[in-house]
């Protein structure tokens, strides 16, 4: 296949990730799948990146994480200033067939507002779309710009705006689930794991207090705001404070971590966060939030390890309940699934995630979307005049798409 498609990966951490990155880890498990596929990649992601792609291109030196949850006025540029960089690559090159997008807010209104004269774009959202009504009240991306969800129960959320903007949804994959299902059966532990960063949606508080009613171990992984190591934590002193996320953690989660039965071990990556989650009875997912795409639910059913949950957001069309999981719409019941969560078989979950979530099944769905985002925006494309007549002139407007006016015709031909 011949199809050039710039990856905006965003400036946030570099792909792979060193260890969390929800986005990114899914840029890294798409793009050699793609590549496989015979689509050229060029990834826009931070200098620091180094998954393989047939061109790389960073406005940063390296992933401004840290900078994600400070104030809007500190924070703001950072998105821009790495969007102009992508704009900027798709008006200077002539190649890039279709631009796929993964920045949150930032990436679609920018993809939008670039005019029909610029690639057709595929934005994936990986959020809730409860926010950001202003934008996704009023997107007007004519017919150049689709989204695409990570869940169907997300985009049956989204404001209608957006949704007239969808071409559907891509559930999450992750490359744990190649073979999963012939990889010999991890030996499981007695404790439970709740992966992910530590945030009120995530519910870690209310599995710190279950696991102590329950008696049973819990390990909580995961980076609370930029810390990712207990001991920057506690050397950040009160400053840390200012992120919304360390309030959360040091007021509702850590007076239940006593360090023994219930452990926050920071950040972990690699071999020992797959150690991790294949050794756990269950990956516990206490949700406060409609969880849109849920890569460490995916990714613990590819490693064995049953999820325990509140059946919100995606995790009904992740997780069968009483095959896969246990998934309760009522808190209180969740300390009965736990115990009851022994009983489900770790085969059943690896043969699931082997079935519907590789690498492969994730590449060739979005394969088809890039496609209909291209005919699509083909279709409605103006009929392809001599510039020469329309300078200073406004273009027909396509049937169906936003319109927009050019003053800065040179006497070339514009693209079809
Ligand atoms: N993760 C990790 N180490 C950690 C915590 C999380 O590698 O200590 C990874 C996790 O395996 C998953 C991603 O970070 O791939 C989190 O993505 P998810 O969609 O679950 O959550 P969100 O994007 O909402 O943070």
Not at 9 to 17: D, Q
Not at 61 to 86: E, K, M, S, T, W
Not at 304 to 331: K, M, N
Not at 337 to 343: D, E, I, K, P, Q
Request: aromatic residues 4%.
């Amino acid at each position: 296949m011949s199809l050039t498609v710039l990856m905006n990966a965003g400036p946030w951490l570099s792909v792979p990730p060193p260890g969390y990155g929800g986005i990114e880890n899914v840029v890294a498990t798409l793009v050699p799948e793609l590549r496989r596929l015979g689509v050229r990649v060029v990834l826009a992601s931070v200098e620091t990146s180094t998954l393989a792609a047939e061109e790389r291109i960073s406005v940063f030196p390296d992933g401004q994480f840290a900078a994600l949850q400070r104030p809007y006025n500190q924070v703001c540029g950072i998105a821009q200033a790495h969007l102009a960089g992508v704009v900027r690559a798709v008006r200077t090159r002539d190649d890039i067939d279709l631009v796929h997008d993964h920045v949150e807010a930032v990436g679609l209104a920018t993809l939008a507002a670039m005019g029909p004269d610029a690639p057709p774009a595929l934005h994936t959202l990986h959020w809730d779309l409860a926010k950001h009504p202003a934008l996704y009240g009023h997107l007007d991306g004519g017919d150049r710009v689709r989204v695409n969800g990570v869940s169907a129960s997300q985009l049956a959320r989204a404001p209608r705006a957006l949704r007239e903007h969808s071409v559907g949804h891509v559930h999450l994959a992750t490359p744990l689930a190649v073979d999963a299902d012939r990889r010999k059966p991890p030996a499981k532990g007695g404790y439970l794991l709740i992966l992910g960063r530590v945030n009120p949606g995530k519910g870690q508080d209310v599995g710190a207090r279950l696991a102590q009613r329950l008696r049973m171990p819990l390990v909580l992984a995961g980076p609370v705001g930029p810390y990712h190591r207990p001991a920057d934590l506690a050397a950040a002193g009160d400053e840390a404070r200012q992120n919304p996320d360390v309030r959360f953690f040091l007021d509702e989660v850590a007076p239940h971590v006593d360090g023994d039965l219930v452990r926050w071990i920071g950040t972990v990556a690699g071999q020992e966060r797959d150690d991790l989650l294949a050794g756990a009875r269950a990956a516990l997912f206490p949700l406060r939030w409609e969880e849109p795409g849920g890569t460490a639910v995916v990714e613990s059913l590819a490693l064995g390890t049953p999820v325990v949950a509140t059946a919100r957001g995606c995790l009904p069309e992740l997780v069968e309940h009483g095959r896969t999981g246990l998934l309760t719409t009522d808190e209180d019941e969740l300390a009965d699934l736990v115990s009851a969560a022994g009983r489900l078989d770790p085969d059943e979950c690896r043969r699931e995630a082997a079935a519907r979530f590789t690498p492969a099944v994730m590449a060739q769905r979005y394969v088809e979307l890039y496609e209909r985002v291209r005919a699509t925006a083909a279709a409605a494309a103006p009929p392809t005049v001599p510039t020469a007549r329309l300078t200073g002139a406004a273009l027909p407007r396509p049937a169906g798409g936003s319109g927009a006016t050019v003053g800065t015709a040179t006497g070339d031909l514009l693209p079809a």
